[in-house]
């Protein structure tokens, strides 16, 4: 697509269950990147991905968040007995590579609520 | 540590100048970048300075001193539609971006 695809845009879910958010990159984009961003926050680093490279997973927060990238292209960040602290809109970005003038470019988000 | 600051909030008059300061503090140094974020949408990528000086494109323009770890964005001519928060964020020694909290630019009339 033209741009970076993210799915749902919102999801509304209850305390303890599991959410999967799906970010669909721009084609030939070997970087990808998850944030998130809390009300009035700036942007919280999560999971990088860059080619067949092992992911950077320093900024997850708890074990109870995990992702993947199949294929190189499509990821899906997973969050396990949500909690209402994950309450948040988790941005996706891609890149063409990384290094020196490579801007990221970002989806519209998903907007997760935990009642 | 690494540390990206920018004031929370800054109000400015249509069609007068502001200008939005960064100072940073990261290990390693490869550009420091400006984002533009509308609320409630994703940011979008304004500017790019890795070479100090000034970056000029249009109503913005964007200044780099390596040596003092400091950035502006001037946005001239103001307009209503640039009201927005401006996001500031530093290309680091391993190349992930660290990101400033963002300045919440309001425009009044």
């Known amino acids: 697509g033209a741009g970076v695809s993210q799915s749902p845009s919102n999801k509304v879910t209850e305390k303890g269950k599991d959410v999967e958010l799906r970010c669909d990159p721009i084609?030939?984009?070997?970087?990808l990147y998850w944030y998130r961003q809390s009300l009035g926050q700036g942007l919280e680093f999560l999971i990088y991905?860059?080619?067949?490279?092992?992911?950077?997973k320093s900024g997850l927060p708890s074990d109870r968040f995990s992702a993947e990238r199949t294929g190189g292209s499509v990821s899906t960040l997973t969050i396990q007995r949500t909690q209402q602290e994950d309450s948040a809109v988790y941005l996706c970005?891609?890149?063409?590579?990384?290094?020196?003038?490579?801007?990221?470019?970002f989806g519209d988000g998903t907007r997760l609520s935990i009642l | 540590g690494q540390n990206i600051d920018q004031p929370t909030e800054m109000t400015a008059t249509e069609g007068a100048i502001v200008q939005i300061n960064c100072t940073y503090q990261?290990?390693?140094?490869?550009?420091l970048f400006w984002y533009q974020q509308h609320a409630g949408e994703a940011p979008t990528f304004l500017s790019y300075?890795?070479l100090d000086g000034l970056e000029e494109k249009g109503r913005f323009s964007s200044f780099l001193s390596r040596s003092k770890g400091y950035s502006y964005l001037l946005l001239k001519e103001l307009q209503m539609k640039d009201s927005a928060s401006y996001l500031c964020?530093?290309?680091?020694?391993?190349?992930?971006?660290?990101w400033g909290a963002g300045t919440k630019l309001i425009i009044k009339p």
């Open positions: 970005a891609s890149s063409p590579s990384t290094g020196g003038f490579q801007p990221q470019h």
């Open positions: 084609s030939g984009h070997t970087a």
């Open positions: 991905f860059q080619g067949n490279s092992a992911p950077d």
């Open positions: 990261t290990s390693g140094f490869n550009g």
């Open positions: 300075n890795v």
């Open positions: 964020a530093v290309s680091g020694s391993n190349y992930q971006l660290i």
